[in-house]
């Protein structure tokens, strides 16, 4: 039902450009009555970072950036959501236009900058809402003008763990100039070292809350290396592979294809799932993997899961395809764990990474 109202409504919703656009549908959401979707397949049961995901499909970041949104998210049937990128300041981010459709090649550039309303009112707004449950994670980055972004995160940890359920340490978006080089090893080690002592002091006595990594698709193996060894020592919870990409496939036809930003959507697919299964085959089963770039079909998320994601993410395709995907994706991988005879579909995470690694399929 909701697809085909999608669909009705498509040719209006893409005659606003795409941030008024996603300004609009924000809004609706945030006023929507509270829905509480069908229960979903028990198939699709998923537990990961000591959390028990109804369904192992989210929300990726950057649609909800001040988490204005998160019930009526929920309401749509995913079974998590990530609001942010948040930053300690409020800040403006990047003039428009920042965000462009690409619709003959089912993706977007983005160049927010990481706008954000800022850590107390996204926390003012987690805090109003915490009692009605749903699982939520925040999604964390640094002032543009910070003169220490490290401390940036310290800041955002300390303040929003006891507030949401996990929290990913964001440091590869490409639209804020330097970010990215934290990704560096040792730059990386010291920020998520002061991040973790920040999160478990807010614990104050009780269970820290989960910290994840969000890294870029444009690494080099050598980089990932180092990205994974840094992780691993720190004993983070988690990664998401990947945020957006600043490459430029050949392939890319629509008009807005030489814009700057960040490209998402069905282009990131291939690239993004290759380098999932590379860090699945390093985490070695250390902590869990979150699946993000492309997905735009039950297909797609599913080979998210065979290349090693425990739970997977989207929000670029919504743009083009409506809510509506929300319960295609979860319809076809509960068939996909029924074809095989499992219980549960959490069996299948991994069973074709080092195959997809080598680049033989996905």
Do not use: C, W
């Amino acid at each position: 039902m909701i697809g085909s109202l999608f669909n009705l409504a498509r040719p209006l919703i893409h005659k606003f450009d795409a941030e008024a656009a996603h300004r609009l549908t924000i809004a609706a959401l945030a006023v929507a009555p509270a829905f509480k979707p069908a229960s979903d397949d028990p198939v699709l049961a998923t537990e990961a970072f000591g959390l028990s995901f109804p369904n192992p499909v989210g929300l990726a970041a950057g649609f909800d950036k001040h988490a204005e949104a998160i019930d009526g998210s929920l309401g749509l049937g995913f079974g998590f959501v990530e609001i942010g990128g948040v930053t300690p300041l409020p800040q403006p981010g990047n003039a428009r236009p920042r965000v462009f459709r690409l619709p003959e090649d089912g993706a977007v550039i983005n160049r927010y900058g990481l706008n954000s309303e800022g850590m107390e009112a996204v926390a003012a707004r987690l805090a109003a809402r915490r009692k009605r449950g749903g699982l939520v994670g925040v999604n964390l980055g640094a002032n543009k003008d910070s003169a220490d972004r490290a401390a940036d995160y310290a800041i955002l940890a300390g303040r929003l763990a006891p507030l949401a359920d996990f929290l990913t340490i964001n440091v590869s978006s490409p639209n804020t100039p330097g970010l990215r080089d934290l990704q560096a090893e040792s730059a990386l080690d010291d920020l998520i070292a002061r991040a973790l002592a920040a999160r478990n002091e807010a614990a104050t006595g009780g269970k820290p809350t989960p910290v994840l990594l969000k890294i870029a698709p444009d690494l080099t193996l050598p980089e990932l290396d180092g990205m994974v060894a840094v992780a691993r020592k720190r004993r983070i919870d988690g990664m998401i592979v990947s945020n957006t990409t600043i490459a430029r496939p050949d392939s890319l036809r629509s008009a807005a294809k030489a814009e700057t930003g960040g490209l998402s959507g069905k282009p990131l697919f291939a690239p993004s799932t290759r380098l999932l299964a590379e860090t699945y085959r390093r985490v070695e089963g250390q902590f869990p993997l979150i699946g993000v770039g492309g997905i735009d079909s039950a297909a797609t998320a599913f080979a998210k899961i065979r290349a090693g994601a425990s739970l997977v993410q989207f929000y670029s395709a919504m743009v083009f395809k409506g809510p509506g995907l929300i319960g295609e994706v979860k319809a076809g991988l509960a068939n996909e764990a029924r074809k095989a005879g499992l219980p549960r579909l959490s069996v299948l995470v991994g069973r074709d990474a080092e195959a997809i690694a080598r680049g033989e399929t996905i």
